[in-house]
């Protein structure tokens, strides 16, 4: 075994993490208060009511999930051809996609829900055509209008990071893909894009959350999200802090699961230097 090897596994142990470490003085404190908040709250607060509500909590969870993640991937689809449009397009599409990207980012969520759904969805009735099509079964429903907003919101937001991520990307990778034959759409496909998506990864972590936490405000017109069914249960159980602490519990598992998630993506993907 030679010194070079020696060094190497010296650098290997040095790298390893120290369990010892983990377990300094403050958060040892910090676990012991929230032990401490757990043992209370399991023991002076009441939580007979949870077997009962615990299957329609299970549909809430599930609304809210199934809109955090169809909104997501629509929003994205939306936000990379709005960020490209931001670099490369024509002076026209620019300043339509930046605009857009602007009046969303600058208006509360909430009120681009209820034009959607108190505006333009009091509208479709009007119209017979709309009556009588096969939509018409979708758009009577709360749900499409909060997938809407959502969508438009998430996109907004991420296409202007992915219009930095698409102009941060270095223009000599673009030009060796050029220099190998790659046309225009392979070069995007094989290096614009996982490049700039490489780059993003990080700050999608973040508007990933943020639109969870967006979520509940689909309750306000009708939407059945975990938010409402909890609402729901206050009003017929006549308690405050016990329906919602475990609201509070059910987001931070969530944003718990979203963020190892992303962190384990980011560790696959080599983001660093991108």
């Known amino acids: 075994m030679t010194s070079e090897d020696n060094t ?17 003085p403050h958060r040892i404190i910090l676990m012991a208060i929230a032990a401490v908040l757990v043992f209370c709250a399991a ?12 299957w329609r909590l299970a549909q809430g969870v599930g609304v809210t999930l199934l809109m955090l993640v169809s909104t997501c991937i629509l929003g994205f ?22 605009g857009f990207c602007t009046v969303i980012r600058g208006t509360p969520l909430l009120l681009q829900l209820w034009l959607l759904y108190y505006g333009l969805g009091s509208l479709f009735p009007q119209f017979p055509a709309i009556r009588q099509s096969f939509l018409w079964p979708y758009l009577r429903e709360a749900w ?47 290096i614009w894009l996982p490049r700039a998506i490489h780059r993003a990864l990080p700050t999608l972590n973040g508007e990933t959350v943020l639109q969870l936490k967006a979520t509940p405000l689909v309750a306000t017109i009708t939407v059945i ?5 909890v609402s729901k249960i206050r009003q017929m159980t006549y308690l405050t802090y016990e329906p ?31």
Request: positive net charge.
């Open 244 to 274: 919602l602490l475990l609201l509070a519990l059910i987001y931070l598992c969530l944003t718990a699961i979203l963020v190892v998630a992303f962190r384990a993506l980011e560790n696959k993907i080599p983001t660093r230097g991108a």
């Open 144 to 190: 499409p209008y909060g997938v809407a907003a959502l969508t438009m919101s998430f996109a907004a937001y991420e296409g202007e990071v992915m219009r930095g991520a698409f102009a941060g990307v270095p223009a000599g990778e673009l030009e060796a893909g050029r220099a190998y034959g790659m046309s225009r759409w392979k070069v995007f496909r094989r």
């Open 8 to 24: 190497i596994g010296a650098m290997a142990l040095t790298e390893l993490p120290d369990r010892k470490g983990f377990l300094k």
């Open 43 to 54: 023991w002076f607060m009441r939580w007979d009511w949870l077997p009962e509500y615990g």
């Open 77 to 98: 689809l939306f936000a990379v051809p709005l960020g490209l449009v931001q670099v490369t397009g024509p002076w026209p599409l620019k300043m339509l996609a930046r």
């Open 225 to 229: 999200d975990v938010y409402a069914v």
